[in-house]
């Protein structure tokens, strides 16, 4: 059985520093691209970063250029997004997801999804 499960969320102040964390498991994970996605309250999920799967290629939403990176482990079976210079729209539920394929910023084309982690920035 296929899970993702993200950690390393919780609440911090504008400008702060947080790096959320995907485990997976139940999958050969050096074989499968992650992305990372966000929903806020009342809004449609959106991409936030993908990373192929040896890490070569990675991708970001203009938004979050400059101040969020993802990154993988391939030994450890995790996917990381360290988040700097957090602002209060940043907040929203972030979640991991995987595909065999570059699904890049399709949310559609990804096959498995993790339970998702809060992230909530104050102002």
């Known amino acids: 059985q296929v899970q993702l499960v993200e950690s390393g969320g919780g609440l911090v102040q504008a400008g702060d520093s947080l790096r959320l964390s995907c485990a997976a498991s139940g999958l050969t994970f050096r074989l499968y691209s992650m992305g990372w996605f966000r929903q806020a309250p009342g809004k449609e999920r959106e991409f936030v970063a993908a990373i192929s799967r040896t890490g070569t290629r990675t991708d970001h939403v203009d938004s979050v250029k400059g101040r969020f990176t993802i990154s993988r482990d391939n030994a450890k079976n995790t996917v990381y997004l360290q988040m700097n210079s957090l602002s209060p729209e940043d907040t929203a539920v972030y979640y991991c997801?995987?595909?065999?394929?570059?699904?890049?910023?399709?949310?559609?084309?990804?096959?498995?999804w993790g339970q998702g982690t809060q992230v909530t920035v104050s102002s």
């Open positions: 997801a995987a595909d065999l394929n570059y699904p890049g910023a399709t949310r559609g084309w990804y096959h498995y």
